[in-house]
């Protein structure tokens, strides 16, 4: 009877050890994803994402995919879509390397809005600023989604164009508790991308 007990508990480990993660430690630091270099604050969970998809995309959590996230989109180009389209009748938006600030609050409020399905989730922007990204001028601004069926969610935005491309940074986190438990570190890190 030990002897069974011992190598079920032996065989369930193994099993467990070689369930696939889709989630890696991203420590404190600098860490860069295309040439976009940003400053983490604090441990996040990094998703495994495709590593050739364009734009490079890095997704991180802190407390689960549905609770907070952090999306970094660099080097997208004019053109190109944030992700790829899966229905080739859906109107994905793409960037423009002409964007208005303007432009750019509304390009994102699309994508948010397909993100979280379209039709279902209603998307609003507030508080346009100017935002300094190393050296070059982007803008930061604020968003509220108001999913059908799952939890309120607010946001913070910084974005900005060099060289014809898009570089894009989302903070969202369900409200009232998670947006405010890591927005002073998701903003710190927002304003810290620079190329």
Excluded at 4 to 20: D, E, H, M, P, Y
Excluded at 85 to 96: H, I, S, T, V, Y
Excluded at 125 to 146: C, E, H, K, M, T
């Amino acid at each position: 009877m030990m002897v069974r007990t011992s190598f079920a508990a032996i065989l369930l480990l193994c099993v467990a050890g070689c369930a696939s993660n889709p989630f890696t430690l991203q420590p404190p630091g600098e860490t860069s994803v295309g040439a976009l270099k940003i400053d983490v604050s604090g441990s996040w969970n990094l998703l495994a994402t495709d590593a050739k998809a364009l734009p490079p995309k890095a997704i991180w959590t802190r407390d689960g995919l549905n609770l907070d996230r952090m999306l970094i989109y660099a080097d997208v180009a004019d053109g190109q879509t944030l992700f790829k389209e899966r229905d080739k009748g859906a109107a994905l938006p793409k960037f423009q390397a002409d964007m208005l600030p303007n432009e750019l609050v509304a390009f994102t409020e699309s994508y948010l809005s397909k993100m979280f399905g379209e039709g279902q989730a209603i998307v609003e922007s507030s508080n346009l600023r100017p935002q300094r990204y190393g050296q070059i001028n982007g803008i930061g601004f604020d968003v509220a989604i108001a999913p059908a069926e799952t939890a309120y969610y607010k946001g913070t935005v910084g974005a900005f164009v060099a060289d014809q491309k898009l570089y894009l940074m989302i903070y969202i986190g369900a409200d009232p508790y998670y947006y405010d438990k890591h927005r002073a570190a998701a903003q710190q890190m927002i304003a810290s991308a620079h190329l």
